[in-house]
């Protein structure tokens, strides 16, 4: 078995131990191959092998690659999200991590409203308050949760987050289980059911699906290393 191949048995078989660990069913993760910088023909490659689910954050990278691929894929889309993509981004992707803002939410759904699709979407969190990173802050959430609600063309999954950068794994642990925590909270004050939580990259899927992750997006462990730095914004 070749690199990419190998690579998405060793992911999968780390997806199932994870799930193990905490009594978890394996078929309630779904593995997210991040593509980015990656050529169509290394999806394709993951394709073959199995994987149905890719990852994207830049419009401009997925407008040149998705056209070239079997329609079979889905496509998620989890880079930040500029107003003046989200139309082109509708149709491409089936559904969007990086909603994270209430303004990019209100948007979102006027124009998916003129579209006529019902977009399923992950509300982005920056737990830590980075700077660098975009993100509904835990308070600002909680605040705009009635008017997120009221969105009737937004189909809400539940909620995603980067958390900052750390080496060892464990550091994340903490911000992944806040992320749960915010979820049931939510979930407890509206009735309303968020079942999906997309934590956890390459450094640290294990520890995300051991608090409750349901989608890991995962790049360099199935694709190998980027030989250049993705760009932050699409
Ligand atoms: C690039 C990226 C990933 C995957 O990163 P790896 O460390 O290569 O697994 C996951 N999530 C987001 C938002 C990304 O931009």
């Not at 830049?58 to 329609?71: D, N, V």
């Not at 802050?137 to 009737?152: H, K, N, P, R, V």
């Not at 992750?213 to 199935?222: L, Y």
Request: aromatic content about 6%; overall charge negative.
């Amino acid at each position: 078995m070749d690199g990419i191949a190998a690579n998405l048995e060793k992911v999968g078989a780390n997806i199932r131990a994870a799930c193990e660990k905490v009594g978890r069913d394996a078929s309630d993760v779904t593995l997210i191959a991040v593509s980015k910088t990656f050529a169509a023909a290394d999806v394709n490659e993951a394709f073959l092998a199995g994987q149905i689910h890719f990852g994207e954050n830049r419009l401009q990278e997925a407008e040149g690659k998705i056209p070239l691929l079997p329609s079979a894929l889905q496509w998620h889309y989890i880079g930040q999200l500029q107003r003046n993509k989200v139309r082109k981004v509708l149709p491409l992707f089936s559904m969007i991590h990086s909603i994270d803002s209430l303004r990019l939410a209100q948007y979102t759904n006027e124009l998916a409203g003129e579209v006529g699709l019902f977009p399923r979407v992950f509300l982005q969190v920056n737990l830590a308050a980075e700077t660098s990173k975009g993100g509904f802050s835990a308070e600002q959430l909680t605040e705009s949760w009635d008017a997120l609600l009221s969105l009737d063309r937004l189909e809400i999954q539940g909620l995603m987050t980067v958390p900052p950068m750390a080496v060892d794994p464990e550091k994340s642990r903490s911000w992944f289980a806040r992320l749960r925590e915010l979820r049931d909270q939510l979930q407890g004050k509206s009735g309303v059911s968020l079942p999906a939580l997309s934590m956890g990259m390459s450094g640290d899927y294990g520890v995300a699906i051991e608090e409750g992750a349901t989608h890991v997006r995962v790049g360099s462990a199935v694709f190998g290393g980027r030989e250049y730095p993705a760009a932050p914004t699409a």
